[in-house]
């Protein structure tokens, strides 16, 4: 995305407070909206590069860079681009080793005046300032903060800073290897904001049935081929991909999403359609305004609108006509990828899911034996494969014909963590005994069959390892084959859009190594 920049016709400043260091009258100043993500990547950049040649800048300290206001109310600091969002601190006592996990503090700059230099030569000015008295907002009492940045007229000054603004906005989301970028848009002030930067996890270690990955994958390199872009261009076709991750909750849809953001490199942006102060304007905005070479996820997409189309929201400013239109890439940039994800396909509208605005449909099922497997070799790395087959066919002899999520298996391995491959083997039964257990717990609370999903069952994708104690789901018995009590198959896959590849399939967590 291009940096808005727009020269003011009036000055918002005081020229008493710069002229002890250069002669307004010769520059050009622009503002920058304060609460933009510009505001913060500005404010970050005269930390790390501004002199202090004619007064001594304040600067600002936050916990972490989604910590700190920016200064704007509800708005996110985008200051010191660190690769790492938390440092590890290892200390040793006599009895244990313990290893804890501290947020690092960020540095911005703060109020005052700031020179510094551009592409080696062009020398730019900033003012951080506030004006006016302290005002209520929805955050509080707040003083209107406000940044303006100065170059010479003679030189070409509005045409510098707009392209320092646009070379800190590619920065912010050019793609790392081993690492992808979590943006979430602010509907309120709308405006993309980086959340963090995050090391990646390979495809191999999302555990998927091979044909599943094998086939997704194979789409996506095919759709970002430079022969795949220049087909649609001939043909006159947006040239955008969108996927519906669909399925059991704990299946791993978000495990899946921020694997390939980082096999392929992309950011990865969070859309929230159901915000209040989301209309199709805004939505339009966020599509069009999205960071380049990103994958727009929106979760949750059955929360919308119903198959009659009307709104489930009741606030929603958002029409069912601007969600399509979004997703059609009218005046989208080119190349984005889209990912819809939903637990409950058959609550979508047949428009929102039809061939050519959704093109290829990826199943998430309840683990396969294929995917018991996988998940114990993950688990304990150097057991026998002949252990992680008995561990399979125990977990399916114990379920007797029923369903488990890949969460509740992932709960079972955090668990099992101190025990070696042997004894994970030996207690496989503790799976069916976990959802035994649960559902007795839950039948007289509210009268529901022993076999329904439990109620708190564990979210999308890492839901189990962050909390472990909501993973367990216990499902009827399933008549499809590939799931626990059947062979390898299971694996759904829906094409639609002509000669491109995709599956489908079910996911699961399952990355280290066990208690070996």
Same mark, same amino acid.
């Given at each position: 995305?291009?940096?808005?920049?727009?020269?003011?016709?009036?000055?918002?400043?005081?020229?008493?407070?710069?002229?002890?260091?250069?002669?307004?009258?010769?520059?050009?100043?622009?503002?920058?909206?304060?609460?933009?993500?510009?505001?913060?990547?500005?404010?970050?950049?005269?930390? $790390?590069?501004?002199?202090?040649?004619?007064?001594?800048?304040?600067?600002?300290?936050?916990?972490?860079?989604?910590?700190?206001?920016?200064?704007?109310?509800?708005? @996110?600091?985008?200051?010191? $681009?660190?690769?790492?969002? $938390?440092?590890?601190?290892?200390?040793?006592?006599?009895?244990?080793?313990?290893?804890?996990?501290?947020?690092?503090?960020?540095?911005?700059?703060?109020?005052?005046?700031?020179?510094?230099?551009?592409?080696?030569?062009?020398?730019?000015?900033?003012?951080?300032?506030?004006?006016?008295?302290?005002?209520?907002?929805?955050?509080?009492?707040?003083?209107?903060?406000?940044?303006?940045?100065?170059?010479?007229?003679?030189?070409?000054?509005?045409?510098?800073?707009?392209?320092?603004?646009?070379?800190?906005?590619?920065?912010?989301?050019?793609?790392?290897?081993?690492?992808?970028?979590?943006?979430?848009?602010?509907?309120?002030?709308?405006?993309?904001?980086?959340?963090?930067?995050?090391?990646?996890?390979?495809?191999?270690?999302?555990?998927?049935?091979?044909?599943?990955?094998?086939?997704?994958?194979?789409?996506?390199?095919?759709?970002?081929?430079?022969?795949?872009?220049?087909?649609?261009?001939?043909?006159?076709?947006?040239?955008?991909?969108?996927?519906?991750?669909? @399925?059991?909750?704990?299946?791993?849809?978000?495990?899946?999403?921020?694997?390939?953001?980082?096999?392929?490199?992309?950011?990865?942006?969070?859309?929230?359609?159901?915000?209040?102060?989301?209309?199709? $304007?805004?939505?339009?905005?966020?599509?069009?305004?999205?960071? /380049?070479?990103?994958?727009?996820?929106? &979760?949750?997409?059955?929360?919308?609108?119903?198959?009659?189309?009307?709104?489930? /929201?009741?606030?929603?400013?958002?029409?069912?006509?601007?969600?399509?239109?979004?997703?059609?890439?009218?005046?989208?940039?080119?190349?984005? /990828?889209?990912?819809?994800?939903?637990?409950?396909?058959?609550?979508?509208?047949?428009?929102?899911?039809?061939?050519?605005?959704?093109?290829?449909?990826?199943?998430?099922?309840?683990?396969?034996?294929?995917?018991?497997?996988?998940?114990?070799?993950?688990?304990?790395?150097?057991?026998?494969?002949?252990?992680?087959?008995?561990?399979?066919?125990? /977990?399916?002899?114990?379920?007797?014909?029923?369903?488990?999520?890949?969460?509740?298996?992932?709960?079972?391995?955090?668990?099992?963590?101190?025990?070696?491959? &042997?004894?994970?083997?030996?207690?496989?039964?503790?799976?069916?005994?976990?959802?035994?257990?649960?559902?007795?717990?839950?039948?007289?609370?509210?009268?529901?069959?022993?076999?329904?999903?439990?109620?708190?069952?564990?979210?999308? @994708?890492?839901?189990?390892?962050?909390?472990?104690?909501?993973?367990?789901?216990?499902?009827?018995?399933?008549?499809?084959?590939?799931?626990?009590?059947?062979?390898?198959?299971?694996?759904?896959?829906?094409?639609?859009?002509?000669?491109?590849? @995709?599956?489908?399939?079910?996911?699961?967590?399952?990355?280290?190594?066990?208690?070996?």
């Amino acid at each position: 995305m291009s940096s808005p920049i727009v020269a003011m016709s009036h000055a918002p400043f005081r020229a008493s407070d710069v002229s002890h260091a250069f002669d307004p009258s010769v520059m050009v100043h622009v503002e920058i909206e304060a609460g933009a993500s510009l505001y913060a990547m500005v404010l970050a950049h005269l930390h $790390d590069h501004a002199h202090d040649e004619v007064s001594t800048p304040s600067r600002r300290i936050a916990d972490s860079p989604s910590a700190a206001k920016g200064g704007a109310c509800c708005a @996110g600091d985008e200051s010191n $681009d660190s690769d790492d969002d $938390d440092e590890c601190a290892t200390s040793e006592s006599s009895s244990a080793k313990t290893t804890t996990v501290r947020r690092p503090t960020s540095l911005s700059a703060g109020l005052g005046l700031f020179s510094f230099e551009y592409a080696g030569a062009a020398k730019l000015w900033a003012l951080h300032q506030t004006i006016g008295s302290p005002v209520g907002s929805q955050c509080g009492v707040e003083l209107y903060t406000n940044l303006v940045l100065f170059a010479e007229r003679a030189a070409n000054g509005l045409e510098v800073i707009q392209s320092f603004c646009d070379q800190l906005l590619r920065d912010s989301e050019m793609t790392r290897p081993g690492m992808f970028t979590i943006f979430k848009f602010n509907a309120r002030q709308s405006t993309w904001r980086r959340e963090a930067r995050t090391a990646s996890r390979p495809v191999e270690s999302v555990v998927l049935p091979a044909e599943t990955k094998r086939a997704l994958v194979a789409d996506m390199v095919d759709f970002l081929a430079p022969r795949t872009q220049r087909w649609y261009r001939k043909h006159g076709i947006p040239y955008r991909r969108s996927y519906l991750f669909h @399925g059991t909750p704990g299946a791993g849809k978000t495990s899946l999403i921020q694997a390939l953001a980082g096999e392929f490199e992309r950011n990865l942006c969070y859309l929230n359609p159901s915000h209040p102060d989301m209309t199709d $304007d805004a939505l339009k905005h966020a599509v069009e305004r999205a960071p /380049v070479s990103s994958l727009i996820v929106l &979760e949750d997409i059955d929360a919308l609108f119903s198959k009659q189309r009307e709104a489930k /929201v009741a606030q929603s400013k958002l029409t069912f006509s601007g969600l399509l239109n979004a997703l059609d890439g009218v005046g989208s940039s080119s190349g984005q /990828v889209f990912i819809l994800t939903t637990n409950f396909k058959e609550k979508l509208d047949d428009a929102l899911i039809r061939p050519g605005r959704v093109d290829l449909h990826v199943a998430f099922t309840d683990a396969t034996r294929e995917q018991m497997v996988t998940l114990f070799a993950q688990f304990y790395k150097r057991a026998p494969a002949a252990l992680a087959d008995a561990f399979a066919d125990a /977990v399916v002899a114990s379920l007797g014909g029923r369903d488990v999520s890949m969460a509740s298996l992932q709960h079972f391995f955090v668990a099992s963590r101190k025990r070696t491959a &042997e004894e994970a083997v030996a207690h496989a039964a503790d799976v069916a005994a976990e959802l035994e257990r649960r559902s007795a717990e839950r039948a007289p609370a509210d009268g529901k069959d022993a076999g329904a999903p439990a109620d708190g069952a564990a979210g999308e @994708g890492d839901g189990a390892a962050v909390e472990p104690e909501a993973a367990a789901t216990a499902k009827p018995k399933s008549k499809t084959k590939g799931r626990a009590g059947g062979g390898n198959g299971g694996v759904h896959v829906h094409i639609y859009g002509g000669a491109r590849c @995709g599956g489908a399939g079910s996911d699961g967590e399952g990355d280290g190594e066990g208690g070996e």
